[in-house]
C-alpha cells in the first residue's frame, strides 16, 4: 500500500500545457478519484504517477520517496486501462498467472495465489476458460485479476469500466468498490463521470482545462464548491446560478436579489461588481409569503420529485420539489432558499468567497 504526494506538477507537450501546476496527496488506501471532463488532463496525471509519462517540472512522490527518474516497471504499480488488453492465446488462469511467471515465482505458489484472486473475484469457476468467449464483465475481472495477483503498491485505473453498458458498469462500480473495500489498495481511478467519481470515492480531484479546482471528500465538493466550475460540473441538475449586480463586504449576511433581501451564510470576505449567488435545486422551496418571485416554464416528473424550471429576475433556476405539489406552466411562485446553503461566487473565474460556512472546506482544499 502506498500514499502518492504529487507536489507542483506540470506537463507541457510542446507550446500546449496539458496538466498546471498540480498538488494533492492519495492517502495510503483510499480510493481516490480524477474526475473532469474529456481533455482536462486526467490521463495525463495519472500516467506520470504511473511513470509511463514524466512530468516537464513538479515532483511526484510514493511513499515519501521522489519517483521522478524511476522508471514505470520499477514504481511497483499496477495500471489497469478502458480497454483492458488480454493475451487471447492464453486461457483466464494463464492471463492471470503471467506476470507473476515472468517475476519467476514458484508454480506452486502461482497456482495457490491466481486461485486466492479469483475467489475474490468471482472468476474461480472460469479459469480453464479461454477469455475470447468471455462477458465484458468477466474480461474486466481478469484484467483486475492480472492486476492484483502481483500485489502492487497502488492501482491506477483509467475509465476502466467505459467500455461496459450503464447497467453492468454501475454493477461493477459496486464491485470495484467492494473489492477495495476488502483488499484496501490505494487506488486512483480516473473518470468523466461525476455521479461514478460520487459514489465510488473516498477522496475527488475535480480538473479542468489541467488545473486542479477542487480537491477533498465528496460531501464537501458537492457541498461547498470552490469554483463555479465544479458547482457546475457536479449534481443533476447542476446548482443554479442567480446572477446579480452588487456589494457584499466582510461580516455581510444577506444579498439584495431584484430589490429582495436573501439571507446567506455571514461573509468572511468581500468583492464588489459582477456576482453569482449559487443554490442547489433542492434547496429553493415554494413559498407564499416570499416576495422573491419566478414564474415556471417547465416541469419534468422524476417519479418521488419533478424538477420545475422557473424564469426569474437573475436567470433561470431548476428547483427540486416533491412531484405531490401541483405546479402549472406560467404559475408565479414565490421562492425561498436554505440560506445556510448558498455559496457567493466572485471574479472571472468564478471562485466561491468565503464564508462561516464554507470557509474550512476551502481551506483544506
Ligand atoms: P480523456 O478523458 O478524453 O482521455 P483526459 O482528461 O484524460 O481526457 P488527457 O488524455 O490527459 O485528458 O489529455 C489532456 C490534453 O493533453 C488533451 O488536450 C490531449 O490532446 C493532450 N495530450 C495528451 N497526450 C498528448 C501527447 N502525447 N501529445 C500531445 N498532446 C497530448
Redesign the pocket.
Known sequence: MAQIRIENVR?E??A?T??QSSSFTVEDGEFFM?L????????????MMAGL?LPTSGKIYIDGEEVGMKPASKRDIAFVFQMFALYPHMNVGKNMSYPLISQGMPKADVKKRVLEVAQILGIDHILNKSVGGLSGGDRQRVALGRAIVREPKAFLM??PLGALDAEFRERMAEELRALHDRMGATTVY?T?DQLEAMQMGDKIVV?NH?VVEQFGVPQDIYDWPATKFVANFIGSPPMNFLDFHGIIGSGFDAVDLAGCKISIPEMREGAEGDLTLGVRPEHIHFSDTSEYRGQVVATEYLGTDQIVTLETPNGEVKARIASSVAVAAGEIIGLEFDSRTLTVFSGPKGHALRSSANEKVLAHG
Open positions: 506537463k507537450f510542446g500546449f496539458a496538466v480524477l473532469g471532463p474529456s481533455g482536462c488532463g486526467k490521463t495525463t496525471t495519472l500516467r509519462e483509467d475509465e480516473v468523466h480538473m489541467g
